[in-house]
């Protein structure tokens, strides 16, 4: 079985970094995707960031603005995510996915909370 462990999260004032990891175990041969999403409460869950094509690219929900960066490590098959000038709007559970030929796999989730 497939299953993906998010760690990282925490509290952090605002203009603050922090940097979520996701590792994946099990039977794992090849991941079209992984990314990370977050959802705050009464929220759509929504990207955040994701990695595509081997690693090779990437792409930003609109909110990021440039404040975060993700990074794919193919044989330690892990995701992070490196989150600078964090704001009280970023305040969310994230959670970490993988997509194995359009299979989704979901970790549990990292909380993260943004104080003013």
């Known amino acids: 079985q497939v299953q993906l462990v998010e760690s990282g999260g925490g509290l952090v004032q605002a203009g603050g970094s922090l940097r979520l990891s996701c590792t994946a175990t099990g039977s794992i041969y090849s991941a079209t995707s992984m990314s990370w999403y977050r959802q705050a409460p009464g929220e759509q869950r929504v990207l955040v960031a994701g990695?595509?094509?081997?690693?090779?690219?990437?792409v930003y929900g609109d909110f990021v603005k440039g404040r975060f960066t993700v990074s794919r490590d193919n044989a330690r098959k892990t995701v992070s995510l490196q989150m600078n000038t964090l704001e009280p709007g970023d305040t969310a559970i994230y959670y970490c996915k993988m997509s194995i030929r359009g299979v989704d796999f979901w970790g549990r989730g990292t909380q993260v909370t943004v104080s003013s």
């Open positions: 990695t595509y094509g081997g690693g090779g690219g990437v």
